[in-house]
């Protein structure tokens, strides 16, 4: 007697092979386009930042200026990556420091990205455009509760920022560096006393803030 032998559609002998090859064949197309719709969110020149209207980050680093060396948390708020405000806390390393802690807070323009999306020059690399769209001018008030005559001071600020994405994309890991120079209501100390870097490694996320209408 001839031995029985399961035959699958297509004269395939074993049918969990058929069935393999139907179930591959379904699922390839599918994951193809999967890809291909990520990889065009982020081939637009967008990058994640229209998944929502607000840019929040967090920011953990330090402040170096004549002075020494400083710990520095700070946070921002930027609307649809344009307009936003910050806020930093700056307490010195150095137990004799002539600013022993600070605390300012401003407002932050980002003028680069709409003009440059609308324009279609954001053209990628992901990395290069997210970081010439960081560029930021900033400014707003300041406090510090000690310097050279046992006084603290208030004042205003100036700065010019940018950041780094370590990842391909508006929300995630960030690297920012930013230049300040202080406008203090007195000037007991030297010129260079005004002047701070603030280097941050900082996590953004994108997200919804305001209703949909």
């Given at each position: 007697m001839t031995p029985f032998r399961a035959r699958g559609?297509?004269?395939?002998?074993?049918p969990i092979g058929a069935v393999l090859v139907v179930l591959i064949s379904l699922l390839v197309p599918s994951y193809g386009a999967s890809a291909e719709r990520s990889a065009a969110s982020h081939d637009d020149g967008v990058y994640g930042r229209f998944q929502g209207d607000t840019d929040i980050s967090l920011k953990l680093g330090g402040m170096i200026r004549d002075a020494g060396l400083a710990g520095?948390?700070?946070?921002?708020?930027?609307?649809?990556?344009?307009?936003?405000i910050t806020g930093d806390y700056s307490e010195s390393l150095v137990a004799d420091s002539l600013h022993a802690r600070s605390v300012s807070v401003g407002m932050e323009l980002r003028p680069f990205f709409l003009p440059r999306w609308a324009l279609g020059l954001?053209?990628?690399?992901?990395?290069l455009d997210l970081m010439l769209d960081s560029a930021a001018m900033g400014f707003g008030a300041y406090f510090t509760d000690a310097e050279a005559?046992?006084?603290g001071s208030r004042g205003a600020w100036l700065s010019l920022g940018v950041g780094a994405p370590l990842l391909a994309s508006a929300s995630g890991p960030w690297l920012e560096l930013r230049g300040?120079?202080?406008f203090p209501d007195h000037d007991s100390l030297g010129a260079d006393a005004?002047?701070?870097?603030?280097?941050?490694?900082?996590?953004h996320h994108v997200l919804q803030l305001t209703p949909d209408l």
């Open positions: 559609p297509e004269g395939y002998r074993h520095s948390v700070g946070g921002s708020m930027h609307y649809y990556s344009l307009i936003g954001e053209r990628g690399p992901a990395w005559d046992g006084r300040l120079r202080r005004h002047n701070a870097l603030l280097l941050y490694l900082s996590w």
